[in-house]
């Protein structure tokens, strides 16, 4: 080390400190990365790597970006997982004896962000930790930006826990302990291995620290102390420790939620086309990330289900309400976000103007709610504290257009503190003795021409064409520069005025500054209550959403049963039915219940819209435990404890599983942790695998759900020797989706009808999906004989499958010329009116031997 400058030495004792972390290094103008910080940077942010003289032989390698620039560059790091630390220069420069102190003052993680141009507005921005202790798991997740923090604790050490934890999204994740699970495999969470702070928990959270079971104190210990070791600042609005049981919710494991395509879609991973998108139409941001999280959270709750539903009706039955209600909104900033800021001292006047337009707008609001006739929405209008004391408070403060700054003035609002206002009076005053200084000493001069000008060099003077000189008042004014054509000058009272004015500006904004940052702090003194009114706020949003969804779209109001029957008339898949344009979704019906009809078989040719059936009755389920009405004339539902779902092929490659591997590890999870009161949907298991393989394992999956779980099921298949269990099955039922033929066309009609399907039609299908000509005849005429060779013994069977994948070719050659030749005309002739389904395999050799030799001969 000794041989590196003195400079380059700093840099190294403070990069050991932050070893998994881009270091930014304050150098002038620009923060420079060093050694493989700078290499990696460099490839990472597409900036040129340069070198720097270190004191060594070689170079160090060095990349830097301007400071004005920084955020832009920190921003695209974080967005790919990584952590920043910004080391300033903590001296200045002129007054540094040897190298400038510098030190770290703040790390920026993907978790801990607080910037506003970093977040996005309807999305939280989670950090969540997990910690093990004793064989139970705790999991804590926060979002700095609004101060929540959430933390429940589940037995066990498994995947559970992590599903539980990347219900989050957390942009971070840290470990405390869990060495066996794969890491590798959690999707756009940086990870990291934790610490753990044993107090934090009862610093931060006091009395309700008591509450909390080992393994949840333990999570929030570790994910404290990872805040605390980057966040180098106030945690005074981390708000209330909202701790619950993960059971009290519809739980859906990942794969589920990602297939039902709750939050984004699978194959684009974009909001657009998912639950969330068709549902969102909230007004404020706080609205837009309370929604998402009743997403991922449907509830098992009856009652707080009815208090839900009942404020969406009445806000759906008044549209007139509804859209004053929307106007209002509209009106509200992100009070959650503005609160968090406030607590971190970052929050700027502009900010504290958002606030004070914000807290305005909520009298009108629950004067709106108390209009509605839903106890909710009333009790909800009584408990808003309006803040007035607030709004009054700010607006005595503050101007209402305050500049970006706060080191500029302009904030303060006159009449607010008397010394600023003796202070801009004397600034005001100086002015106009300026301003009339002009007309004065022209009058006393007579010099017409006389100038008072001003520059930022010599301040205020008084200018003086050449011509003039000669009138100047000789002793009273003195010459200060000489211009080509006039000479400029200054008095004493000038001077003195001046002064008075510069005096006055500096001690202003010095004074502005202050007063402002105590209105921030009084602000932050009344964190809870903004808090408070913004949950509340946000839950209105939420509801209005529905309210106007359902409206638009003609939902209607779930109703619970307790009976275990579970019976929608016209359902519609919510999203589908959104972006069909053209053509009109197909409603269809859907009746089950704890007994005869437990388990729905659906059959029915590719295309024909089952799993578009079972993934509606899924979204409507979760759309009715959110408390959202739901696409259908009516719906009666059991409350669902869990979803599963095995829709789709889901690889694992990464993980080193293959489809059907997955397949099972999935299915096995259903049968594990589902209930009596699980929906299960399952998407042609077994297809995976040979055909007797996969046909015994789905009967055998279904036998299990029926006699073990009894959980309510949808199982699509193209098996359809498995339609034969409704017979021998108690509970199991026939559902098929229809299809038609027309002029040797397939009709996709989308209706589910009670019953089995006749025909599979899968090479119509892949002729919609235009295969090759050649495949598609040639698929027929495999069929054909498999078809025909399904009543013969199985050595029958593979003999004529063998017999016919070695038939020539020629037979189904894309354009046959026209026959010219009687002979084959005749053989024409004959094979129109051969009966396939009266053939056998080797009759139709047979045939084809004897037509081959009457063509030779012809
Ligand atoms: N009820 C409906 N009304 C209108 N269109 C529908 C309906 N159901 C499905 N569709 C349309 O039909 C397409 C195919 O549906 P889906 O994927 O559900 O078929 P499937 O029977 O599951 O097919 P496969 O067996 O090949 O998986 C969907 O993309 C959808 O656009």
């Not at 220069?89 to 970093?118: F, N």
């Not at 699970?181 to 990291?192: D, F, N, R």
């Not at 003086?464 to 000479?487: H, W």
């Amino acid at each position: 080390m000794a041989q590196y400058t003195p400079m380059i030495q700093q840099y190294l004792a403070i990069k050991k400190d932050y070893p998994d972390t881009f270091l930014f290094f304050r150098l002038g103008d620009f923060y420079e990365l060093f050694f493989e910080d700078a290499m990696l940077a460099s490839r990472e942010l597409e900036i040129t790597l340069t070198g720097r003289e270190g004191g060594t032989d070689e170079r160090i390698p060095m990349c830097g970006v301007p400071h004005h620039a920084a955020d832009g560059y920190i921003a695209e790091l974080l967005k790919k997982g990584y952590k920043v630390a910004v080391c300033e220069q903590v001296e200045d420069p002129k007054e540094a004896k040897g190298v400038v102190r510098r030190e770290v003052t703040r790390v920026i993680t993907p978790g801990t962000m607080m910037e506003g141009k970093w977040l996005t507005d309807k999305e939280n921005n989670y950090m969540a930790a997990i910690a093990e202790v004793d064989g139970r798991s705790g999991i804590a997740a926060c979002d700095m930006s609004t101060g929540e923090m959430y933390v429940t604790s589940l037995t066990g050490t498994g995947q559970l826990v992590l599903d539980e934890a990347l219900q989050y999204r957390p942009k971070e994740l840290v470990f405390y302990g869990f060495d066996t699970l794969p890491k590798t495999s959690i999707p756009s969470a940086a990870i990291a291995s934790g610490q753990l702070h044993e107090f934090a928990v009862d610093e931060q959270y006091q009395s309700q620290a008591k509450d909390l079971d080992m393994a949840m104190r333990t999570a929030v210990n570790v994910l404290l102390y990872y805040i605390g070791t980057t966040q180098k600042r106030s945690l005074a609005h981390m708000r209330q420790i909202k701790r619950y049981d993960a059971r009290q919710y519809l739980q859906m494991d990942g794969f589920s939620r990602r297939n039902l395509e709750l939050i984004e879609t699978i194959r684009d991973k974009t909001k657009k086309g998912s639950l969330l998108w068709l549902l969102d139409r909230s007004e404020t941001a706080m609205g837009g990330r309370l929604l998402r999280r009743w997403i991922e959270r449907p509830l098992r709750n009856r009652q707080e289900l009815t208090s839900r539903l009942e404020a969406v009706e009445a806000l759906k039955g008044d549209m007139l309400l509804r859209s004053d209600v929307r106007t209002c909104l509209d009106r509200v900033y992100d009070l959650e976000r503005l609160a968090g800021r406030i607590a971190y001292g970052n929050a700027n006047a502009r900010d504290l103007v958002q606030l004070r337009l914000s807290l305005e707008a909520v009298p009108e609001l629950k004067q709106l709610l108390l209009q509605t006739d839903s106890s909710v929405l009333l009790q909800m209008a009584n408990e808003m504290d309006a803040c007035t004391d607030l709004v009054d408070f700010l607006r005595e403060a503050l101007v209402d257009d305050p500049p970006l700054s706060i080191r500029e003035g302009g904030i303060i609002r006159t009449g607010y503190d008397a010394y600023l206002d003796k202070l801009h009076t004397a600034s005001r005053e100086g002015k106009t003795w300026i301003a009339q200084l002009e007309q004065r000493e022209r009058e006393a001069t007579g010099i017409r021409s006389l100038k008072v000008g001003f520059n930022k060099v010599f301040g205020y003077y008084i200018e003086v064409s050449k011509a003039n000189i000669p009138n100047v008042p000789a002793g009273r004014f003195e010459r200060k520069q000489t211009l080509t054509n006039a000479e400029r000058y200054i008095t004493p009272e000038l001077k003195e005025q001046e002064a008075l004015i510069l005096e006055a500006e500096d001690k202003m904004i010095e004074l502005e500054y202050q007063l402002f940052t105590a209105v921030r702090n009084e602000m932050a003194k009344q964190i809870p209550r903004i808090q408070e009114l913004a949950e509340r706020i946000s839950t209105v949003d939420v509801l209005q959403a529905f309210a106007t969804v359902s409206d638009e779209r003609g939902y209607v109001r779930p109703q619970f049963s307790e009976s275990g029957e579970y019976v929608i008339q016209d359902g519609r898949h919510p999203v589908v039915e959104a972006v069909l344009e053209q053509e009109k979704y197909v409603a269809n019906d859907v009746t089950m219940d704890q007994d005869k009809r437990q388990i729905l078989l659906i059959t029915g040719p590719n295309m024909a819209g089952k799993s578009t059936y079972m993934r509606q009755i899924a979204l409507i389920t979760v759309m009715a435990q959110i408390g959202c009405f739901v696409p259908a004339k009516q719906a009666s539902l059991t409350l669902v404890d869990q979803i599963f779902t095995r829709i789709g092929a889901a690889d694992d490659l990464v993980g080193g599983h293959s489809t059907f591997m997955v397949e099972m590890l999935e299915t096995k999870h259903a049968l594990q942790k589902a209930t009596s009161q699980s929906l299960i949907l399952l998407d042609e298991i077994g297809r995976g695998t040979s055909t007797y393989d996969g046909m015994a394992l789905a009967q055998a999956v279904i036998e299990y759900i029926g006699e073990k779980i009894g959980a309510k099921t949808l199982f699509s298949t193209h098996y359809h020797e498995l339609t034969g269990l409704a017979d021998t099955m108690h509970g199991v039922v026939n559902v098929n989706a229809r299809c038609e033929e027309r002029d040797g066309k397939l009709l996709f009609l989308h209706r589910i009808e009670e019953g089995r399907a006749d025909k599979s039609y899968g090479i119509h299908v892949a002729e919609l999906a235009q295969m090759p000509h050649w495949v598609i005849e040639r698929a027929r005429s495999i069929l054909t004989g498999l078809e025909a060779g399904s009543s013969a013994t199985s050595t029958d069977m593979q003999m004529s499958f063998e017999a016919l994948w070695t038939a020539p070719v020629a037979a189904v050659s894309e354009e046959p010329s026209p026959p010219a030749h009687p002979e084959e005309l005749a053989i024409i002739e004959e094979l129109r009116d051969l009966d396939l389904n009266q053939t056998t395999p080797m009759d139709a050799m047979m045939k084809l031997f004897e037509w081959k030799k009457r063509l030779k001969q012809g």
